[in-house]
């Protein structure tokens, strides 16, 4: 489902070394060794995407805002620390420390400021990339010698989420709750989340995104419990007017998007119920009539909202389609918050208690 128009990537990428503390600007395509573990093995090797929003102020100077950016940085250092050993924990930066480097090492820096100043003044999207290397030259199955984190930051015109096609995949899992991962933005979790995607279009040619359910296989199809789509958490909107958002847990990585979703819903009086639904629940209320739209919720495109759900029993054969309702008022509303979320970014509405908006001057 992530497409964008309009990419154009920043003149250079940086790196801060966990180890010495030390950051350099390098070269936008700059490589990494590869021989490394970070290559064989995928050790260290996690990220984020954080949007952002370049402007000029009314006295011509540049800011960038970020809207609750801090979690950003909370999810990608948990995702660190996991890829470090227990003795290397004290090589994991702090949100402050993290901040700095991003907002007053890189985007201060000058060779920087012109591709931003083109940013705000054609009031492009930004979408900045943590991710993390061991800069090792290493065959050995070991933790990361000399950890590494880089960045690089684009900016993007739009993002293709809608219409999208999604179909629930029961047969492969993204992660599992034992191994505590489906909670961190690792770069192994995504692999089944492509393979997921293309289960899907060969149940329903031209599917875009995967619905994945809990890993208890064991269990009847219809008591496993939905979790999230392929890339991207979810919400439900049902006929009463109440959205369902699904719980965190050690299956879901939880989305900061999300978050202010169900919060600016909430401030429209719109009903935000966080329980657990069973995939016979969804079964039911999609041939029943009482799903009347199904969302993906992230941080690239905020929230986009299917244009068909295709449900298929336990030998992938299809069992029940959801069509949004699109006349529906919670189908509005989703698409009301989708624009009221970016527009805070922008400064043209109020920041809803709860959200935290970041601005700083460059």
């Known amino acids: 489902m992530a497409r964008f128009e309009g990419v154009e990537w920043a003149p250079a990428q940086m790196r801060y070394g966990l180890n010495d503390k030390t950051f350099e ?5 700059a490589k990494v060794y590869a021989v490394s573990k970070s290559i064989f093995y995928a050790m260290i090797l996690c990220f984020e995407g954080i949007r952002f929003f370049c402007r000029r102020t009314a006295g011509g100077r540049l800011e960038i805002r970020l809207l609750n950016w801090h ?3 909370e999810r990608f250092l948990r995702s660190i620390a996991f890829n470090l050993s227990k003795k290397q924990q004290v090589l994991v930066p702090t949100v402050e420390e993290l901040e700095n480097v991003f907002i007053n090492l890189y985007f201060k820096d000058p060779a920087i400021k012109p591709f931003l100043e083109k940013m705000a003044d054609d009031g492009a999207q930004g979408y900045l990339r943590p991710f993390t290397l061991d ?3 290493s065959m050995g199955v070991t933790f990361p010698g000399q950890p590494a984190i880089r960045a690089i930051f684009s900016r993007y015109s739009n993002y293709l989420g809608e219409p999208f096609t999604g179909v629930v995949i029961h047969h492969l899992v993204r992660a599992m709750s034992c191994n505590k991962t489906g909670w961190l933005k690792l770069g192994v979790n995504y692999l089944i989340s492509l393979k997921a995607v293309e289960a899907a279009s060969e149940i329903e040619p031209g599917a875009a995104a995967a619905l994945f359910l809990d890993d208890k296989v064991h269990i009847p199809l219809e008591q496993r419990c939905i979790t999230e789509w392929d890339s991207s958490c979810c919400l439900f909107g049902l006929r009463d007017g109440t959205v369902i958002k699904i719980p965190e847990s050690d299956l879901i990585l939880p989305s900061v998007t999300i978050q202010g979703m ?3 819903l909430g401030q429209m009086g719109v009903k935000v119920e966080e329980r657990n639904m069973t995939y016979g629940e969804l079964l039911s209320r999609v ?9 993906s919720i992230g941080t690239a495109g905020i929230m986009n909202r299917c ?4 449900c298929v029993d336990a030998n992938n054969q299809v069992t029940a389609v959801h069509v949004p ?5 919670i189908y509005k509303k989703l698409g009301e918050v989708k624009t009221y979320y970016w527009e805070i970014y922008k400064g043209n509405v109020s920041v809803p208690p709860g959200m935290n908006l970041y601005i700083y001057s460059i």
């Open 262 to 264: 169900a919060i600016i």
């Open 71 to 73: 979690k950003n940085l």
């Open 135 to 137: 800069e090792e030259q």
């Open 307 to 310: 244009q068909k759900l295709v």
């Open 287 to 295: 041939r029943s009539g009482e799903l009347v739209v199904a969302a």
């Open 325 to 329: 309702d699109t006349e529906h008022e």
């Open 25 to 29: 600007l390098l070269e936008a395509n």
